[in-house]
């Protein structure tokens, strides 16, 4: 593994495996490590962003390795403008973003891995998944939806679903988009007072907002319980979304120069071809 | 249907149902209607993407209403290019690409639409394909992979098709990028040279290029064949790369604002809401 200047910043918000994780006890506002304020920080962002997009060529170039980012937050947390931001720019060819609902009929007739399975990128591809099998130890959780025998279950199955993954190629980055209460407040009632978003807005968000502590109860278990050597999870402080969409990309580079595509060799003997 | 600015341009290479079409006739290096020349154009593509971007958060908001962008060329076409340039910058999450390469043996054991519907856009999207079904109706018709009335029948069949997808909310959009030999020639000599892009060069190209004659011929029939009102195909000159984007810009800005989406309405009383 070559060292690489992403490196530090990601192992800021790595949560490894073993490590007691306390969500309170992480500063959503923070900047650390950033290399300025808003502005040069939103700066940097355009040059990383621009790296981005030079290795998603190379990995869609070699072919056999992929990435998957899976998303979670609460509402109003920021996945849908992170995927906005650090993926804009990016050749769409080879990026493939998944988004889970409430789950259909169909899909609750097979097990909880079917459906997000079925949008695992192929070699080559950034797969994003904006929500994912996480809402079955979240919401699932939360709502009381399915027995605590069943649910508490589900993390052994998500460790070995994501180690098959692994083994194909396919690094699975977890990143948990965190924001405190109190940001999450002002974006909704942003939400609600600009005409042009405020049909983004469900009144059923505030239902959700009324359990935040049993939310972040089941995040800090799933995380502890999830986060592995190879498919660990980011905990990224998230009030400031100039900081994350920053740290995001930091977190990407760093498992991009891990992952060091190659372009794959030529055919032989093209060297002298003249197209005729 | 309101007039809009891009309406002329899209008519321009619009191929009207019942029409003559002759590729021989049309100039692909053609600079019809644009604002200038490469640097003028370039810059107002750059004005054109922007503009896609919000229509493209506006259909996503909508959720009613998609476009098929179909891309067909000859090898070295641009297809590639086309979707890096003009997509790049739309926020990937209302964007699908779909790529077709020679079928797997479950795909050859159904109809030749099966594959491709998996991958029509959902409401909201916009999906492209990077080559089609149109295959189906060329390089099985040039290489005589399937006896001539199978793939005749076809023509009927994809028009039946996309008339499907068109009654549930997606616009279908042909367009066949029209390069000349020799610029197909100097392209693939580039990859050649270019020692970072030998490996997208493969020695099966040159064959293809062999029947240059029996694809235009293809081609022609095609799309005579399967121009419609509801899913017209666009021949548009593609020798020139800024001519090329800002063409294909043009023609997927006439459609939206045809289809004119609208953002939904909010849900009823959140006018005076205040979040706590």
Chains 1, 2 share one sequence.
Do not use: C
């Not at 935040?212 to 319980?225: G, K, L, M, S, V």
């Not at 999870?233 to 891990?258: G, T």
């Amino acid at each position: 593994m070559a060292a690489n200047e992403h490196e530090e910043h990601a192992g800021r918000w790595r949560v490894e495996p073993g490590t007691e994780l306390r969500l309170a006890d992480i500063d959503t506002a923070s900047k650390a490590g950033a290399p300025g304020d808003k502005e040069a920080t939103t700066l940097a962002v355009q040059d990383l962003v621009g790296q981005l997009s030079d290795w998603q060529n190379r990995l869609w170039a070699e072919g056999s390795q992929s990435i998957l980012l899976v998303l979670q937050a609460m509402d109003a947390g920021g996945k849908d403008g992170t995927i906005r931001q650090v993926f804009t720019g990016v050749n769409p060819q080879g990026v493939r973003v998944a988004s889970f609902k409430a789950p259909t009929a169909d899909e609750l007739a097979h097990d909880f891995l079917w459906r997000v399975h079925q949008h695992a990128p192929a070699h080559g591809e950034m797969g994003v998944f904006n929500r994912s099998h996480y809402e079955d130890v979240l919401i699932v959780r939360v709502n009381e939806l399915v027995p605590e025998p069943v649910w508490r279950a589900r993390y052994q199955q998500i460790r070995d679903f994501e180690q098959i993954l692994t083994a194909s190629g396919t690094a699975v980055v977890k990143v948990f988009l965190h924001i405190s209460p109190e940001e999450q407040a002002e974006r909704l009632q942003a939400r609600l007072d600009d005409p042009t978003k405020r049909w983004k807005f469900a009144a059923a968000d505030l239902d959700v907002r009324k359990h935040w502590d049993a939310y972040q109860a089941a995040y800090e278990e799933a995380i502890r319980e999830t986060s592995t050597a190879d498919a660990p999870w980011y905990v990224i402080p998230a009030d400031r979304k100039w900081y994350r969409n920053w740290a995001v990309l930091q977190v990407l580079l760093d498992v991009l120069h891990r992952l060091d595509p190659q372009f794959p060799p030529e055919e032989p003997g093209l060297e002298d071809l003249t197209v005729v």
